[in-house]
């Protein structure tokens, strides 16, 4: 029997990383070939822009409403819909370019609606995962779902541009659609049942302001999730100020080291993702989880003032490129050393009614900062010197992150999970 367990959790997982792949690959290659077809047909900039903002905006505005959704419906039902939905949406778009051009209305139109689609898919796999695999292999699906979206952020871009010099845009398209159906009906197969505890309700009407309450009462009620939550909040916003809006002007304005080996610094973020993916879960075993969090904190702080160290002090092209690539590696172990323990912590505490809407609600708080840390870092790179945006926020950073981390004792290990605050 537990042989035979074994097999069924395992055939999970890999139906998941399939299905996952192909979900991810899909959209990150489809977003870079169609935005640089927008810039290349149109020459025009905002057209790009406006091609990349429709692959992110909506999925800000609909996640709190989707999280209702999902704990309304059958998420096995739901996913598979979604991944269905994409591909149709694929094939529809193929046999309209080739009836009447692949426009830029319709490409909008179909970057808005892959993104609402994947929105949904997102976290309804999300919501799902407790019910898929046991409790101690949680923890390795959050791994192997981090490590798909960090391959598909490096070969994604690749692939796109490949594809774009070599292959019509209206045939990928069209496999891109394809494989989205062979992703759904690979969950299709998956066993949402596999670990799900009790009986599942009838579905209840969804009564959207309600729930979307009812899942606030809750997050607000609980002040672990608060402080979880956070600590994200503080993660998203100070790495958009101090890093991803500095460093492109500073590797490629003020140093003039290029694009091509500012690719390659950007390319250490992922890689150093992967690795934080692979030995997370040894560590959280072995070491107390508070003082992991304060370790990443002032190592996260300090990674982020010394960012601006080469503008004061230029080390050459070759040094610089080494000293950003290693920085940007070690901000990639970080951020998988918090996200995948705290997604595993909020997969396992919150009850499955509220998981959805609880883990919506987060993610759209932390998204949200994102824009806001943007235009902030853009407006003070005009009137500061490029170098303080990154020892400002990096100090703000270390200080906030410390302060929160002193508050809270972290427990995690496979078997039991706990996180309390301490006065």
Same mark, same amino acid.
């Given at each position: 029997?537990?042989?035979?367990?074994?097999?069924?959790?395992?055939?999970?997982?890999?139906?998941?990383?399939?299905?996952?792949?192909?979900?991810?690959?899909?959209?990150?290659?489809?977003?870079?070939?169609?935005?640089?077809?927008?810039?290349?047909?149109?020459?025009?900039?905002?057209?790009?822009?406006?091609?990349?903002?429709?692959?992110?905006?909506?999925?800000?505005?609909?996640?709190?409403?989707?999280?209702?959704?999902?704990?309304?419906?059958?998420?096995?039902?739901?996913?598979?819909?979604?991944?269905?939905?994409?591909?149709?949406?694929?094939?529809?778009?193929?046999?309209?370019?080739?009836?009447?051009?692949?426009?830029?209305?319709?490409?909008?139109?179909?970057?808005?609606?892959?993104?609402?689609?994947?929105?949904?898919?997102?976290?309804?796999?999300?919501?799902?995962?407790?019910?898929?695999?046991?409790?101690?292999?949680?923890?390795?699906?959050?791994?192997?779902?981090?490590?798909?979206?960090?391959?598909?952020?490096?070969?994604?871009?690749?692939?796109?541009?490949?594809?774009?010099?070599?292959?019509?845009?209206?045939?990928?398209?069209?496999?891109?659609?394809?494989?989205?159906?062979?992703?759904?009906?690979?969950?299709?197969?998956?066993?949402?049942?596999?670990?799900?505890?009790?009986?599942?309700?009838?579905?209840?009407?969804?009564?959207?302001?309600?729930?979307?309450?009812?899942?606030?009462?809750?997050?607000?009620?609980?002040?672990?999730?608060?402080?979880?939550?956070?600590?994200?909040?503080?993660?998203?916003?100070?790495?958009?100020?101090?890093?991803?809006?500095?460093?492109?002007?500073?590797?490629?304005?003020?140093? @003039?080291? @290029?694009?091509?080996?500012?690719?390659?610094?950007?390319?250490?973020?992922?890689?150093?993702?992967?690795?934080?993916?692979?030995?997370?879960?040894?560590?959280?075993?072995?070491?107390?989880?508070?003082?992991?969090?304060?370790?990443?904190?002032?190592?996260?702080?300090?990674?982020?003032?010394?960012?601006?160290?080469?503008?004061?002090?230029?080390?050459?092209?070759?040094?610089?490129?080494?000293?950003?690539? @290693?920085?940007?590696?070690?901000?990639?172990?970080?951020?998988?050393?918090?996200?995948?323990?705290?997604?595993?912590?909020?997969?396992?505490?919150?009850?499955?009614?509220?998981?959805?809407?609880?883990?919506?609600?987060?993610?759209?708080?932390?998204?949200?900062?994102?824009?806001?840390?943007?235009?902030?870092?853009?407006?003070?790179?005009?009137?500061?010197?490029?170098?303080?945006?990154?020892?400002?926020?990096?100090?703000?950073?270390?200080?906030?992150?410390?302060?929160?981390?002193?508050?809270?004792?972290?427990?995690?290990?496979?078997?039991?999970?706990?996180?309390?605050?301490?006065?």
């Amino acid at each position: 029997m537990s042989n035979k367990k074994n097999r069924a959790e395992m055939r999970n997982l890999l139906l998941y990383a399939s299905a996952k792949t192909v979900s991810v690959f899909g959209t990150a290659i489809y977003n870079f070939a169609v935005s640089f077809y927008v810039l290349k047909v149109t020459g025009s900039a905002l057209s790009f822009a406006i091609t990349l903002m429709l692959g992110i905006l909506p999925m800000v505005l609909i996640m709190p409403f989707a999280g209702v959704i999902i704990d309304k419906v059958d998420k096995k039902k739901l996913v598979v819909n979604m991944d269905l939905l994409c591909g149709v949406l694929m094939v529809s778009v193929f046999t309209a370019s080739m009836v009447y051009g692949l426009s830029l209305p319709l490409i909008y139109a179909t970057a808005f609606l892959l993104t609402v689609f994947s929105t949904f898919f997102g976290i309804g796999i999300e919501a799902a995962k407790p019910n898929i695999v046991s409790d101690k292999m949680l923890m390795n699906i959050n791994s192997i779902s981090k490590i798909i979206y960090s391959v598909s952020s490096i070969l994604g871009p690749a692939l796109g541009g490949m594809i774009f010099a070599f292959l019509d845009i209206r045939m990928f398209i069209l496999i891109n659609g394809i494989t989205f159906i062979l992703s759904g009906l690979a969950i299709l197969l998956i066993d949402f049942t596999f670990n799900q505890t009790g009986e599942r309700g009838a579905e209840e009407p969804i009564q959207v302001w309600q729930d979307m309450r009812e899942g606030y009462s809750y997050m607000s009620g609980r002040q672990e999730l608060l402080w979880l939550f956070l600590i994200l909040v503080f993660l998203n916003f100070f790495l958009t100020f101090s890093v991803t809006v500095p460093l492109p002007y500073i590797v490629n304005t003020i140093l @003039g080291m @290029g694009s091509k080996t500012f690719g390659l610094i950007q390319a250490a973020f992922p890689m150093g993702m992967i690795l934080g993916a692979l030995v997370v879960k040894k560590l959280v075993e072995r070491v107390a989880y508070s003082l992991i969090m304060k370790i990443l904190s002032f190592v996260g702080g300090i990674a982020m003032m010394v960012t601006g160290i080469p503008v004061l002090i230029d080390g050459g092209p070759l040094m610089n490129g080494v000293f950003y690539g @290693g920085i940007m590696f070690m901000f990639g172990v970080i951020v998988a050393f918090i996200d995948i323990p705290l997604s595993y912590f909020m997969q396992r505490n919150i009850p499955e009614e509220y998981r959805g809407r609880v883990m919506s609600l987060g993610i759209s708080i932390g998204k949200t900062m994102v824009p806001v840390a943007m235009i902030l870092s853009g407006m003070l790179l005009d009137v500061v010197p490029a170098y303080a945006l990154p020892i400002g926020g990096g100090l703000l950073f270390l200080a906030m992150n410390l302060s929160a981390a002193k508050k809270m004792t972290f427990s995690i290990s496979i078997s039991r999970i706990e996180v309390s605050r301490t006065d």
